[in-house]
């Protein structure tokens, strides 16, 4: 059975930094993309950073300069570093597996809640 488990959430003044972590079991986890998605109150979830099986990182331009997406494959966990948090990145925070090929499944988290106050 695949896990994604994510933790690290929490309240932080604007400014502050948080480390969010997703830790995943029952995939083989050094071959599936990894990517951070958010959905704030009452917006479309979004992409905010993903990461390639060869550790390659893309982001969203709103995270640009303040977020840092890293993994481990020895401990199978995904990790979101947030620093110069601001008011707008309060979210629901959700890790996802994307498939690494057309007969593999996407797999999600349950998600982690990030306020920001200002």
């Known amino acids: 059975q695949v896990q994604l488990v994510e933790s690290g959430g929490g309240l932080v003044q604007a400014g502050g930094s948080l480390r969010l972590s997703c830790a995943t079991s029952?995939?083989?986890?050094?071959?599936?993309?990894m990517a951070w998605y958010r959905q704030g109150p009452g917006k479309q979830r979004e992409l905010v950073a993903s990461?390639?099986?060869?550790?390659?990182?893309n982001y969203a331009d709103s995270v640009k300069g303040r977020f840092t997406i890293s993994r481990d494959n020895a401990k199978t966990t995904v990790y979101l570093q947030m620093n110069n948090l601001k008011p707008e990145d309060t979210a629901v925070y959700f890790c996802?597996?994307?498939?690494?090929?057309?007969?593999?499944?996407?797999?999600w988290g349950q998600g982690t809640q990030v306020t920001v106050s200002s």
């Open positions: 996802k597996a994307n498939r690494p090929a057309t007969w593999a499944l996407d797999y």
């Open positions: 990461i390639s099986s060869r550790a390659s990182t």
């Open positions: 029952g995939l083989t986890f050094s071959i599936y993309p």
